[in-house]
T-cell receptor, first 113, second 114 residues
Framework: SQQGEEDPQALSIQEGENATMNCSYKTSINNLQWYRQNSGRGLVHLILIRSNEREKHSGRLRVTLDTSKKSSSLLITASRAADTASYFC?????????????FGKGITLSVRP | NAGVTQTPKFQVLKTGQSMTLQCAQDMNHEYMSWYRQDPGMGLRLIHYSVGAGITDQGEVPNGYNVSRSTTEDFPLRLLSAAPSQTSVYFCASSYRPREEYEQYFGPGTRLTVT
């Protein structure tokens, strides 16, 4: 069963705008990861945030984690057409076996030129 | 490094046929796994391995077998294909079998069972 649920399911923005995507999960986690999938390709790891971290940056990406609300957000600033892809959050529950990542259903981001 | 490679890229099977999806990695990763991706369902874990000779079931293991005789290879076998196994299959690996390590994904195999 899906541990992470992304929101919204689809997002369409203009190039240059910021894109915010959310992920909620049900059980306590060790860390949360975000992945990107371009059409017809495999997933690519973007960023990992640990349960004791609140915010993390990587280039134009900013991830926050609120363990009290069991939610995370991924912000892409100054979006580009090349950011068009599906984005997934993946969690590792503390009561699960190591490395058994559970993925959400994904968010489809479209960035219009 | 080639990373994670998967063959074939596309495959069409008839119901009841068997086949093996190949997965290989050249990064000396301990952990390897297989996922299937269906529209609106995200990725679901089929089987995984924390090292050569060790495999375990994921969320949706029925109808699939795996083995891990070497660190590099982790084939997925469909013994008797069913239309419900029509999906895109991804193999992934990570350095260690722990959740803090990122997973590297292969390009996927698109399987259609008629």
């Amino acid at each position: 069963s899906q541990q992470g649920e992304e929101d919204p399911q689809a997002l369409s923005i203009q190039e240059g705008e910021n894109a915010t995507m959310n992920c909620s999960y049900k059980t306590s986690i060790n860390n949360l990861q975000w992945y990107r999938q371009n059409s017809g390709r495999g997933l690519v790891h973007l960023i990992l945030i640990r349960s004791n971290e609140r915010e993390k940056h990587s280039g134009r990406l900013r991830v926050t984690l609120d363990t009290s609300k069991k939610s995370s957000s991924l912000l892409i600033t100054a979006s580009r057409a090349a950011d068009t892809a599906s984005y997934f959050c993946a969690t590792s529950p503390t009561d699960g076996a190591n490395s058994k990542l559970t993925f959400g259903k994904g968010i489809t981001l479209s960035v219009r030129p | 490094n080639a990373g994670v490679t998967q063959t074939p890229k596309f495959q069409v099977l008839k119901t009841g046929q068997s086949m093996t999806l190949q997965c290989a990695q050249d990064m000396n990763h301990e952990y390897m796994s297989w996922y299937r991706q269906d529209p609106g369902m995200g990725l679901r874990l089929i089987h995984y391995s924390v090292g050569a000779g060790i495999t375990d079931q994921g969320e949706v293991p029925n109808g699939y077998n795996v083995s891990r005789s070497t660190t590099e290879d982790f084939p997925l076998r469909l013994l008797s294909a069913a239309p419900s196994q029509t999906s895109v299959y991804f193999c992934a690996s990570s350095y260690r079998p722990r959740e803090e390590y990122e997973q590297y994904f292969g390009p996927g195999t698109r399987l259609t069972v008629t």
